[in-house]
């Protein structure tokens, strides 16, 4: 009898201190929503187009598979024979980040599995997967949001050093891990970071966002965190460079606000 009491009384203290966790997590989540980094950033009027696209799940970032400063051509970088000639006229490029045996699942359409579930929960070094899929226009998620930023020369450099590290390199090539997406149009290839609870999808395109001084979130675990941050920068005043118009005007014009995106700037 005494020995189930123990039981029992572990058992509810383990059970506290799972609730625990849980409530500090969203907590942090919280906090590093509202905590913005590159808070001072100045938003620019042409450049190279960046597509911030997700919902409060899942975020993801499109760039031109060729820019037009002639920074990179995507195709050439990946220079993979299969690709070029399947998306030989392809525009855009979308980048994201995943755990690796959750996409896999997906991909295969198996079940995640419980035991996946808490590996992401509680394992420091899940392994991930680049996910690149290869577009002409925006593939909308449930409930989308979409915001689009123009890089400077020296932004976009800083994005693609952040991107290309992403990625397992052989050979000056990125190492392709399966021809199979969800689609028929994305790929995925092997990455060197390590997917868990608190470095996440959301918290790879916070981090991208920060890598080339695009406002965002400290800590984002979750969608709606990077669009929180990308919403406070399009209400705040002076935001924008003292050589190009108002983010809300442009040639006396106010630019109309969608139902599901923020103002975009054309």
């Known amino acids: ?43 620019h009027m042409e450049g190279v187009s960046l597509y911030i696209h997700g919902d409060g799940f899942h975020t993801e970032l499109y760039l031109p598979v060729k820019d037009s400063l002639g920074i990179i051509n995507w195709m050439d970088w990946f220079d993979d024979s299969t690709i070029r000639n399947k998306h030989t006229n392809t525009t855009l490029i979308n980048f994201a980040w995943a755990e690796y045996d959750w996409t896999l699942a997906g991909v295969e359409q198996k079940p995640k599995g419980i035991r996946t579930t808490l590996e992401i929960f509680f394992s420091p070094r899940n392994k991930s997967v680049m996910h690149v899929q290869w577009m002409n226009e925006l593939w909308p998620l449930k409930h989308p949001v979409t915001v689009k930023r123009y890089l400077s020369k020296e932004q976009y450099l800083q994005l693609i050093a952040f991107l290309k590290n992403g990625f397992v390199i052989n050979n000056d090539k990125p190492v392709i891990h399966s021809y199979n997406g969800y689609y ?66 442009k040639d006396g014009a106010v630019l109309p606000i969608q139902t599901n995106e923020l103002p975009l700037y054309h």
């Open 184 to 249: 028929g149009w994305d790929y995925l290839y092997l990455s060197n970071r390590n997917y868990n609870s608190f470095n996440t999808c959301n918290q790879f395109t916070s981090d991208a966002l920060n890598a080339c001084g695009v406002r965002n979130a400290t800590f984002s675990p979750f969608g709606w965190g990077v669009f929180y941050q990308l919403k406070r920068q399009l209400c705040s005043p002076s935001t924008t460079s003292s050589t190009y118009p108002s983010p809300k005007e």
């Open 1 to 43: 009898m005494i020995f189930l009491r123990l039981i029992y009384s572990v058992a509810v203290r383990v059970v506290q201190l799972f609730f625990d966790v849980v409530i500090l997590f969203f907590l942090f989540a919280i906090i590093g929503a509202f905590w913005g980094r590159n808070t001072n950033e100045v938003l």
